[in-house]
């Protein structure tokens, strides 16, 4: 599948003068300590949420659709918007069912390793397990992170894409819900 140019996110993920893009925004400040490590890793954040709050996590409410695709996801992926999928999930605990991340995430199945693609469109695991589990090469570069006021609770969010091979091939947006730094995640968190 050919790529096409984008120029929609303004710079190259491979520009390192251009800084994080986030690193500018006032809702890094607004963060506490759990919510800056969750909002701001560049890795996995599947497992470091197991290890705030003490349970293993999986997905639930899994759906995929094709077509009507958020502008913003399609403009900082460079492949044409009838080639692309918009899965949405949420984040819970095995043990618990409580729901710690809502996302919404849009690729080109195409552009996926075939296990991963597969893995994607048919199991309930998160991308970043799936990813590791194939052991697929990816960075992830952070578009953006704000704070989500729903029903005077402020909920944060971040989106980002996942590169692989050196190009966007996953857009991700993560609200994050307040049961990540509920007092039980806290307690966890100081105990390990």
């Not at 618990?96 to 991963?116: D, E, I, N, Q």
């Amino acid at each position: 599948m050919a790529a096409r140019q984008n120029h929609a996110i303004g710079r190259s993920p491979r520009d390192p003068a251009a800084g994080p893009a986030w690193s500018r925004t006032a809702a890094v400040g607004d963060l506490g300590l759990l919510e800056r490590m969750l909002m701001t890793t560049d890795g996995t954040v599947t497992t470091l949420l197991e290890q705030i709050v003490g349970e293993s996590i999986t997905t639930s409410r899994l759906d995929h659709r094709a077509g009507l695709v958020d502008p913003g996801a399609a403009a900082a992926l460079p492949y044409p918007t009838d080639n692309l999928l918009t899965r949405t999930t949420q984040l819970v605990g095995t043990e618990t069912g409580t729901v710690y991340v809502w996302a919404t995430s849009v690729f080109c199945p195409g552009a996926l390793p075939a296990r991963v693609r597969t893995g994607l469109l048919t199991l309930g695991e998160p991308i970043g397990k799936l990813l590791r589990q194939n052991r697929v090469e990816s960075f992830r570069e952070i578009l953006s992170i704000d704070l989500v006021d729903e029903h005077g609770q402020r909920r944060p969010r971040r989106r980002y894409v996942i590169c692989i091979g050196g190009s966007p091939i996953l857009h991700i947006e993560e609200t994050f819900t307040v049961e990540c730094f509920s007092e039980r995640a806290v307690e966890t968190a100081q105990a390990n």
